[in-house]
């Protein structure tokens, strides 16, 4: 579930295709550090396989393998190019639209254990309609695929290549040194109403679920990839007994590592999470808890050798069980995960489907030894504009994977999907993630009601400051990386003049984040929260100053 515009349209900067001669050549010369405590289970590389289906690559771009899951997993976006050029997976963009709220803090732990306290939305009780932009009944799957919370993790076969002591400081860049090995962890919550998740976005129609995902970047520091396993992630749901589903890990993920069981934790519309990420010193690795409590149920993962859990080598692609952990003791400003430019925070997905009355140009896609039905163009009142070739001023090659109203995938035996619509990159910015639909009630009416998160604590502390964020900037093509003209939000193009963004509200006692377009706190002047636009960060972006942690 990437956002797929990699394959859209090309630009002028991209790291060079290297062999794998000269990929083990460069890792050999980088492995050659002194060893300062790394965090694996050591055996012997299990190596790829050849398997011809896999999470080498979750954008979908390995030139070796085909990605397991056919839209693509939400990938990390990379913040790695030189001049805040974007970053390219074998020729192709592969970034999305991120809007972010950051948090901070100098205290030793920050950057190890954090707790969350989440209540779920609930959708309008009428059916998704496509009538048109401001006239729709909405469903929360039709404004982003997942929201996530995120931790810079350690992984010594990560970009820039180098050892990682876990939970130090001791990883932070600075001067020439560009930080320990870092991977990237995202706990995504997804959902429901398009299933089946292998090729949509649910687990099913009536309930989230959630995974915990780790990402790797096979880069050295000088700009060097190897293109067959650029982006390598492991993948896992949160189950309620802590086994995957499948092989977590790049090397050894397969359908099963997709599909929900019955042990995968299911949550229902408005139920109140407590939600905890750290170090688990006793398992050696680090664990993702989500505590439901309003139906008693708890899910778990660990991200452990024992558990599957692989990292990569820039040389092969070959795996060796490791044990992630966190990469930082602090979540100071510093402390940006290396490539992925973030640590302590959470994110909404946005850009990612569009309702249609019709769809165009048949084309199946597989899933295992399946071929599912998808088209390839939506049309209607959302999307209705452009040549199907992709040759209109967006650049949006196309829309897929498309599926129809009431699909149920065939042997995949998910539940019909609740309206006709498109997944794929919305370049144009005219899917519903770019109008006025998104939760101004505590209350489902059109639109679902609001997702709160209270304020995240670490050894019981609130984070002392915040910071907005987002990657539209990378991602919209009017948008100039070196002069920074075109580079705002709500996007030049989008039809909508609209793009959601953080509230902070009292809620039944408790200082709450919102986020859409709630009218009930402090909206920090709505879409200008996300500040100026800068490439400090290594992406082109918007971002908002550092601030202290407002309370409500």
């Known amino acids: 579930m990437t956002r797929r515009i990699g394959s859209l349209f090309r630009y002028s900067w991209s790291l060079p295709a290297v062999s794998l001669a000269a990929a083990a050549l460069a890792a050999a010369q980088v492995f050659a550090a002194p060893s300062i405590g790394l965090a694996a289970a050591h055996t012997h590389p299990a190596g790829y396989g050849g ?22 997993i939400i990938c990390a976006e990379v913040h790695f190019a030189p001049h805040g050029k974007r970053f390219k997976d074998n020729g192709y963009y592969v970034g999305h639209d991120e809007p972010t709220v950051q948090f901070y803090s100098n205290r030793p732990g920050s950057s190890t254990n954090v707790t969350y306290a989440q209540t779920l939305p609930r959708d309008p009780s009428a059916l998704p309609t496509v009538n048109g932009p ?11 695929p997942t929201l996530w919370y995120s931790m810079a993790l350690c992984d010594a076969n990560s970009f820039p290549q180098l ?6 400081d001791t990883n932070t860049p600075h001067d020439n040194y560009p930080g320990g090995g870092a991977a990237f962890l995202e706990l995504q919550f997804y959902p429901p109403g398009f299933a089946p998740f292998v090729d949509g976005i649910s687990c099913n129609n009536s309930h989230w679920c959630a995974a915990l995902t780790i990402d790797s970047l ?14 390598p992630i492991n993948f896992a749901f949160i189950q309620t007994n802590g086994v995957p589903t499948g092989p977590p890990s790049p090397q050894k993920g397969n359908l099963n590592t997709v599909t929900p069981n019955q042990r995968t934790l299911q949550m229902n519309p408005g139920d109140k999470l407590q939600i905890h990420i750290f170090d688990n010193k006793k398992a050696g690795a680090l664990e993702t808890s989500v505590n439901d409590l309003s139906t008693g149920q708890t899910g778990f993962m ?51 489907f569009t309702p249609c009355t019709r769809l165009r140009v048949f084309s199946p896609i597989p899933v295992g030894n399946f071929l599912d039905k998808s088209w390839q163009f939506c049309r209607g009142p959302y999307e209705n504009a452009g040549p199907p070739d992709g040759s209109g001023p967006s650049n949006e090659v196309n829309d897929a994977p498309c599926f129809k109203a009431g699909d149920t ?13 498109c997944t794929g990159g919305d370049l144009d910015y005219d899917g519903t993630s770019y109008w006025a639909n998104w939760p101004k009630s505590l209350t489902p009416g059109m639109f679902p009601s609001a997702l709160t998160i209270q304020q995240p604590t670490t050894a019981g502390g609130r984070y002392p400051q915040i910071q907005f964020l987002t990657d539209n900037p990378a991602s919209n093509i009017r948008c100039n990386t070196s002069s920074g003209t075109g580079c705002v939000v709500p996007p030049t193009q989008a039809p909508g003049h609209f793009y959601p963004y953080w509230t902070l509200a009292r809620v039944k006692g408790a200082c709450v984040w919102e986020f859409g377009q709630m009218p009930n706190g402090n909206d920090f002047g709505k879409e200008q929260q996300y500040g100026t636009f800068t490439a400090a960060l290594g992406l082109p972006e918007l971002a908002g100053p550092i601030m202290p942690n407002p309370g409500c």
């Open 218 to 231: 096979e880069c050295t520091a000088s700009g060097t990839c190897n293109n067959n396993c650029v982006e």
């Open 409 to 421: 995938h065939g042997q995949l035996n998910a539940d019909p999907n609740l309206v006709t619509g």
């Open 302 to 352: 660990q991200a452990s050798a024992k558990n599957g859990f692989m990292n990569t080598s820039i040389a092969d692609c070959s795996g060796t069980k490791w044990n992630f952990r966190p990469l930082y003791s602090t979540a100071k400003a510093a402390n940006q995960g290396g490539w992925a430019a973030a640590n302590i925070n959470v994110a909404y997905e946005v850009g990612h």
């Open 163 to 168: 050892p990682c002591q876990p939970d130090s």
């Open 51 to 72: 398997r011809s289906v896999g999470n080498l690559d979750c954008n979908g771009h390995s030139p070796i393998q085909r990605a397991l899951k056919p839209d693509g």
């Open 134 to 144: 401001l006239k729709d009944v909405t469903h929360f799957f039709e404004l982003m």
